[in-house]
């Protein structure tokens, strides 16, 4: 088939047909004339999340301060169910999941617990293509302890500013290094890290190893108890649908159940022993010992149904359709804009690329103007990058192919000219 005969509507519905099975799109609010290709940022609402949203204020209207114990999603297990709803999404067993805080606190809730640096290991590795907030995390984590980040945050160089190589990490894995912290998938160029492998090569040299997810999670498959991770923390907003400011999660591998956590408080504690009120702290026995105080039951309701959905269609097929709609249009830009000055720098390789496509161009903060003008809704990254993120559960192959079929009336009709090429304050 010709590359032309792909930029067609009858090839796109010739897709979205075979993997039709995979959609939900009937169950989420779409706006009409809009093409939402940022829920790699803020995934949009299901019905399903709107009507636990809906439960959890009848719960609270009907049964007041009994609402922890009573109606439909009783309070005080909510953050554990959850967690346990969220296992077969990361390769996980229910009880070393917990849906608590938020990506930034749950870092450095596990660094508080887990970073120690003595023996010589006073170090943490990271990085310097991941996101700014787990950088201030690991800098003031590092500072509490009286160390200087410039010499003990180390950050793996990338060769091409977009991708980083497993050699390099491991590489860099040396004597004095204590923790390494990474991201499942990139945030800018969707490269999807072998965990396997940076987790079997930290273990060999002692180094203990905690996974950033939030842009991973919901978007590929995860098998962390097989990979033995130690850790891992995640925000459920992006590709988990939870909804604006929805409480984040956590895994803890189980091998290390009856750690001491390094910030205590009284939702950490065993279930059954909370309302003892007693000054001696007995922590729960899943990943539960790392919540602190008490949930933020409005911010998880809405996951609640959002879950529910996801597990029903399942991570394996979200997964395919998901590739097959990034291979759609990595395709489609490269034959269709490279004339303009589009490259692509996600990867090409299915097993490498997360949920989302990154493409540059040096005009890319008025493109993202411009394409929004045009109802498609895009995440811009500073300087130069435009992050289209067709998502498998409610996007589809129409979508793609419309949005490039834009991306090219933009760049012939030079709209883009009508706007400042400067960043929003939110991008
Ligand atoms: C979105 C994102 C965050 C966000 O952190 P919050 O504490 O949820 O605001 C952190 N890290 C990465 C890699 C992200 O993509």
């Not at 999404?89 to 640096?117: C, D, M, R, W, Y």
Request: aromatic share 8%; net charge negative; glycine share 8%.
């Amino acid at each position: 088939m010709t590359a032309s005969e792909k930029a067609t509507k009858a090839y796109a519905i010739e897709l979205e047909g075979r993997y039709a099975g995979t959609s939900r799109r009937n169950e989420f609010y779409i706006q009409e004339d809009i093409i939402y290709f940022d829920g790699n940022s803020l995934g949009l609402l299901s019905k399903r999340a709107e009507a636990s949203v809906h439960a959890m204020m009848d719960s609270w209207k009907t049964h007041g301060i009994d609402g922890w114990m009573q109606g439909e999603c009783p309070w005080f297990q909510l953050s554990e169910e959850l967690g346990a709803s969220m296992a077969p999404l990361i390769g996980a067993k229910p009880e070393e999941v917990i849906v608590t805080g938020s990506t930034t606190s749950n870092l450095h809730q596990l660094l508080a617990t887990f970073f120690k640096p003595e023996n010589g290991r006073t170090k943490i590795l990271a990085d310097e293509l991941n996101f700014p907030t787990d950088i201030y995390a690991i800098q003031s984590q590092l500072q509490l302890h009286g160390l200087n980040p410039a010499d003990h945050l180390i950050q793996v160089k990338s060769r091409d500013g977009q991708t980083l190589h497993t050699e390099d990490i491991v590489e860099a894995m040396t004597d004095d290094v204590a923790i390494v912290i990474l991201s499942g998938v990139l945030y800018r160029s969707g490269q999807v890290l072998n965990m396997e492998k940076v987790t079997e090569a930290a273990h060999a040299r002692g180094i203990l190893v905690g996974y950033d997810l939030c842009h991973s999670i919901g978007a590929i498959p995860h098998a962390l108890d097989a990979w033995n991770a130690d850790f891992a923390f995640w925000c459920n907003y992006k590709h988990l649908n939870g909804g604006p400011g929805a409480t984040g999660g956590i895994y803890m591998n189980e091998k290390h159940f009856g750690t001491q956590p390094g910030l205590a408080g009284w939702f950490g504690s065993a279930k059954d022993r909370q309302f003892d009120m007693s000054h001696t702290f007995t922590p729960a026995e899943g990943a539960g010992f790392l919540q602190m105080g008490t949930p933020h039951l409005l911010s998880s309701a809405p996951l609640i149904g959002a879950l529910e959905l996801m597990n029903e269609v399942g991570i394996e097929a979200i997964r395919e359709r998901s590739l097959a709609l990034t291979g759609y249009l990595q395709e489609l830009i490269e034959t269709e804009l490279a004339e303009y000055g589009f490259t692509v720098t996600s990867p090409k390789n299915d097993e490498d690329r997360g949920g989302h496509v990154f493409a540059v161009h040096k005009e890319a903060a008025r493109i993202c103007k411009a394409l929004k003008a045009n109802g498609i809704i895009p995440d811009f990254r500073t300087p130069n990058g435009i992050r289209l993120a067709p998502v498998a559960l409610y996007n589809t192959f129409e979508e793609v192919l419309e949005t490039v079929t834009i991306l090219k009336r933009i760049m012939d009709e030079e709209q883009y000219k009508q706007f400042e090429n400067k960043r929003e304050v939110v991008a």
